[in-house]
Protein backbone atom coordinates (compact mmCIF):
# COMPACT_ATOMS: atom_id res chain seq x y z
CA UNK A 1 0.00 0.00 0.00
CA UNK A 2 1.45 3.65 -1.05
CA UNK A 3 1.19 6.34 1.43
CA UNK A 4 1.55 10.01 0.06
CA UNK A 5 2.06 12.98 2.19
CA UNK A 6 1.17 16.41 0.50
CA UNK A 7 3.36 19.47 1.45
CA UNK A 8 3.75 23.36 0.73
CA UNK A 9 0.35 24.77 0.90
CA UNK A 10 -0.29 28.07 2.79
CA UNK A 11 -2.04 31.08 1.85
CA UNK A 12 -0.60 34.11 -0.74
CA UNK A 13 -1.78 36.57 -2.98
CA UNK A 14 -2.93 37.04 -6.27
CA UNK A 15 -0.07 36.80 -8.62
CA UNK A 16 1.74 34.69 -6.05
CA UNK A 17 3.02 31.08 -6.52
CA UNK A 18 3.42 28.07 -4.41
CA UNK A 19 5.10 24.64 -4.81
CA UNK A 20 3.48 21.50 -3.56
CA UNK A 21 4.85 18.24 -2.92
CA UNK A 22 4.05 15.13 -3.08
CA UNK A 23 5.97 12.37 -1.42
CA UNK A 24 5.75 8.56 -1.80
CA UNK A 25 6.19 6.16 0.49
CA UNK A 26 7.63 3.74 -2.40
CA UNK A 27 9.62 3.68 -5.42
CA UNK A 28 7.78 4.51 -8.13
CA UNK A 29 8.71 2.24 -12.04
CA UNK A 30 7.35 2.65 -15.28
CA UNK A 31 3.87 2.19 -15.07
CA UNK A 32 2.93 4.16 -12.46
CA UNK A 33 1.73 7.70 -12.30
CA UNK A 34 0.52 10.26 -9.82
CA UNK A 35 -1.96 12.49 -10.45
CA UNK A 36 -2.99 16.09 -8.84
CA UNK A 37 -6.56 17.08 -7.82
CA UNK A 38 -8.50 20.23 -6.06
CA UNK A 39 -11.41 20.54 -4.34
CA UNK A 40 -13.53 22.80 -3.04
CA UNK A 41 -16.46 22.57 -0.78
CA UNK A 42 -19.45 21.41 -2.75
CA UNK A 43 -18.05 20.67 -5.61
CA UNK A 44 -16.10 17.33 -7.42
CA UNK A 45 -12.54 16.96 -7.42
CA UNK A 46 -11.06 17.85 -10.24
CA UNK A 47 -8.23 16.82 -12.04
CA UNK A 48 -5.30 19.30 -12.19
CA UNK A 49 -1.70 17.80 -13.74
CA UNK A 50 -0.73 14.34 -13.53
CA UNK A 51 2.99 12.50 -14.69
CA UNK A 52 3.29 9.22 -15.72
CA UNK A 53 7.17 7.32 -14.88
CA UNK A 54 7.26 5.71 -17.84
CA UNK A 55 10.03 6.57 -20.50
CA UNK A 56 7.85 9.01 -22.39
CA UNK A 57 7.97 10.76 -18.98
CA UNK A 58 4.26 12.21 -19.91
CA UNK A 59 2.61 14.94 -17.90
CA UNK A 60 -0.66 16.56 -18.22
CA UNK A 61 -2.06 19.70 -17.10
CA UNK A 62 -5.82 20.91 -17.02
CA UNK A 63 -6.53 23.75 -19.34
CA UNK A 64 -7.16 26.56 -16.61
CA UNK A 65 -3.51 25.87 -15.09
CA UNK A 66 -1.87 25.71 -18.38
CA UNK A 67 0.92 27.81 -18.36
CA UNK A 68 1.01 28.79 -14.79
CA UNK A 69 0.89 24.92 -13.95
CA UNK A 70 4.13 22.99 -13.79
CA UNK A 71 4.67 19.08 -12.80
CA UNK A 72 7.91 17.24 -12.36
CA UNK A 73 9.19 14.42 -10.36
CA UNK A 74 12.39 13.55 -8.41
CA UNK A 75 12.48 9.99 -9.11
CA UNK A 76 15.47 9.48 -6.04
CA UNK A 77 13.06 11.09 -4.10
CA UNK A 78 10.20 9.18 -5.15
CA UNK A 79 8.45 12.67 -4.94
CA UNK A 80 6.00 14.82 -6.96
CA UNK A 81 6.24 18.38 -7.16
CA UNK A 82 3.48 21.00 -8.45
CA UNK A 83 4.96 24.72 -8.75
CA UNK A 84 2.22 26.66 -9.34
CA UNK A 85 2.46 30.75 -11.02
CA UNK A 86 0.14 33.44 -11.35
CA UNK A 87 -2.42 32.34 -9.01
CA UNK A 88 -5.41 33.33 -8.93
CA UNK A 89 -8.69 33.22 -5.83
CA UNK A 90 -10.56 31.02 -8.30
CA UNK A 91 -7.27 28.27 -7.51
CA UNK A 92 -7.94 28.77 -3.75
CA UNK A 93 -8.70 24.73 -2.84
CA UNK A 94 -7.71 21.67 -1.11
CA UNK A 95 -5.03 19.96 -3.34
CA UNK A 96 -4.90 16.28 -3.36
CA UNK A 97 -1.96 13.98 -4.80
CA UNK A 98 -3.30 10.48 -5.66
CA UNK A 99 -1.13 7.31 -6.72
CA UNK A 100 -2.64 6.08 -9.95
CA UNK A 101 -3.64 2.24 -10.74
CA UNK A 102 -1.00 0.73 -12.76
CA UNK A 103 -3.75 -1.14 -14.72
CA UNK A 104 -5.16 2.23 -15.38
CA UNK A 105 -2.64 3.74 -16.53
CA UNK A 106 -4.37 4.42 -20.57
CA UNK A 107 -7.21 5.63 -19.46
CA UNK A 108 -7.29 9.33 -19.38
CA UNK A 109 -5.39 11.31 -16.25
CA UNK A 110 -8.35 13.39 -14.86
CA UNK A 111 -10.27 10.57 -14.18
CA UNK A 112 -10.74 9.99 -9.95
CA UNK A 113 -11.60 6.53 -10.08
CA UNK A 114 -7.60 6.06 -12.33
CA UNK A 115 -6.58 6.87 -8.67
CA UNK A 116 -6.32 4.24 -5.60
CA UNK A 117 -4.16 5.70 -2.78
CA UNK A 118 -4.74 9.37 -1.94
CA UNK A 119 -3.02 11.87 0.28
CA UNK A 120 -4.38 13.70 3.07
CA UNK A 121 -4.94 17.32 0.68
CA UNK A 122 -2.72 20.33 1.44
CA UNK A 123 -4.53 23.97 1.73
CA UNK A 124 -4.10 26.29 -0.93
CA UNK A 125 -5.78 29.88 -0.41
CA UNK A 126 -5.33 32.52 -2.69
CA UNK A 127 -6.76 36.52 -1.85
CA UNK A 128 -7.65 38.93 -4.58
Known amino acids: QVQLVESGGGSVQHGGSLTLSCASSGSMDSRDYIGWFRQVPGKEREGVAAIYFDAANRRFVHHSVEGRFTVSRDNAKSTVYLQMNALQPQDTAMYYC????????????????????WGQGTQVTVSS
Open 98 to 117: AAGDPKRRYSPWYLVTNYNF
